[in-house]
Nanobody, 124 residues
Framework: QVQLVESGGGLVQAGGSLRLSCAAS????????VGWFRQGPGKEREFVMG????????NYGDSVKGRFTISRDNAKNTVYLQLNSLKPEDTAVYYC?????????????????WGQGTQVTVSS
């Protein structure tokens, strides 16, 4: 059974940084892609960034361009999302998800499994 566990969220001041982790287990992930999404208060779920487990293809949403980066550690089956220059509007629950069929996609419906989410709160 596939499991995704996010961690690393917390409360940070504007301009600060956090690193989120998504630890995956239960299946071989080498042909999959992992996406990070977020959902702020009263907002729809939004694509943040995605990466393939193999290769270097990365996709990202416009709102985080130049501030967030994504990386992976294949040996640990973990994908990281580095959040820099955080703004209050980045406040949200951040979710990671895995797609075994479609690859990196900004469409949440292309993902097969989801983690429980980790809260990021940015104070002004």
């Amino acid at each position: 059974q596939v499991q995704l566990v996010e961690s690393g969220g917390g409360l940070v001041q504007a301009g600060g940084s956090l690193r989120l982790s998504c630890a995956a287990s239960g299946r071989t992930f080498s042909n999959s892609a992992v996406g990070w999404f977020r959902q702020g208060p009263g907002k729809e779920r939004e694509f943040v960034m995605g990466i393939r487990w193999s290769g270097s293809y990365v996709n990202y949403g416009d709102s985080v361009k130049g501030r967030f980066t994504i990386s992976r550690d294949n040996a640990k089956n973990t994908v990281y999302l580095q959040l820099n220059s955080l703004k209050p509007e980045d406040t949200a629950v951040y979710y990671c998800a895995v797609s075994f069929e479609v690859g990196v996609s900004a469409d949440q419906y292309d993902y097969d499994y989801w983690g429980q989410g980790t809260q990021v709160t940015v104070s002004s």
